[in-house]
């Protein structure tokens, strides 16, 4: 099978209710949490009352104390979730929306801090990677949901302003891959995606990433009535060391960690379509400089696109 590495879409997603800068692809609502009534599972469960999908949440302090035996923040954890509903509205504009199938988020405290913040995309930083407008009225809809759970989740709480403004970015914001697919009906369709599955996960667990969830995305689009694809299924990716360095100086950088790798065939075509968003939205959005983090960022980079090159061909 040959690869296709297809060029990067950038642009920018996600405001209305609260005001947020325009600069700013990332949004960080911040509460006091002197009583500690505010826990990863209290905002959990927020989110699931107002009708997300929870995909997973991971206390991170846990995997860096085993890993690394240090820690950065007083409480570190990385969620992820989506609105079902929201979604297949948007990927019916573009696939694309479904790199926040699920969204990322980051809960954490600092050292010596009373105060609790979760990050997520802003409504730019989700246009940013999507290209689907930020006008359009489900991103709007996709946008004060967020935040209104936020304000039911952290209450009293306030968006920060951003103490740097993102950068411009170096590369391609989203990675994308085609190859075509062999097979016809729907049992070899399953047996040649099974394996094409089977060997990209092993091959990016031999290059330490964590397979953090997995979603069959084109399941719960059957059950809303859209049949469009054959599949779509949807990956939560991570890089432990990667978000273990950024996270040292950027916490926030949950909103970008696990990574969603997705991958679609529609009915009728033989082309499978996969894509993520690269490192340069961390390098943009985070606007990180440091050697160190440029180091790490990179060189996952090039490990994932490498397996994924090597799967497909």
């Given amino acids: 099978m040959k690869s296709i590495i297809k060029g990067l879409v950038l642009t920018v997603i996600l405001g209305a209710g609260i005001v947020v800068s325009a600069s700013e692809d990332i949004q960080i609502y911040t509460a006091d949490n002197s ?10 469960k927020a989110f699931e009352d107002a009708g997300f999908v929870i995909s997973g949440r991971n206390d991170m302090n846990i995997a860096f104390k085993g890993k690394f035996q240090k820690t950065h923040h007083k409480m570190f954890h990385l ?21 926040f199938a699920p969204l990322s988020m980051s809960f954490y405290m600092d050292k010596g801090s009373n105060n609790i913040s979760v990050s997520s995309l802003s409504i730019d930083g989700m246009e940013k990677i999507t290209g689907i407008s930020a006008t359009n009225k489900h991103m709007m809809q996709y946008s004060k949901l967020i935040k209104d759970t936020l304000a039911k989740a952290l209450p009293n709480g306030h968006f920060e302003k951003s103490k740097y403004k993102a950068s411009k970015a170096v590369g391609e914001l989203v990675s994308t891959f085609s190859f075509e697919i062999e097979a016809t009906n729907e049992e070899e369709i399953e047996e040649e995606l099974e394996g094409v599955q089977l060997e990209m996960e092993g091959s990016l667990e031999t290059v330490g990433f964590v397979i953090a969830g997995f979603n069959r995305l084109a399941d719960e689009f059957k059950e809303a009535g859209y049949k ?25 950088a949950g909103a970008l960690a696990p990574c969603t790798f997705y991958m679609y065939k529609e009915k009728g075509s033989s082309m499978v379509h996969m894509a993520y968003p690269s490192v340069y939205n961390w390098l943009s959005s985070l606007a990180i400089k ?23 061909e």
């Fill in 79 to 99: 969620f992820t979730t989506y609105k079902a509903d929201l979604v297949l509205e948007l990927v019916k504009i573009s696939p694309k929306a479904a790199l």
């Fill in 228 to 252: 469009k694809y054959d599949f779509f299924d949807a990956y939560s990716i991570c890089k432990l060391p990667v978000i273990f360095q950024i996270a040292k100086t950027h916490p926030e």
């Fill in 35 to 44: 009583k500690g009534k505010i826990t990863g599972e209290s905002i959990e």
């Fill in 290 to 312: 440091d050697k160190k983090s440029l180091e790490v960022l990179n060189n996952a980079q090039k490990l994932m696109v490498d397996v994924v090159n090597e799967t497909i």
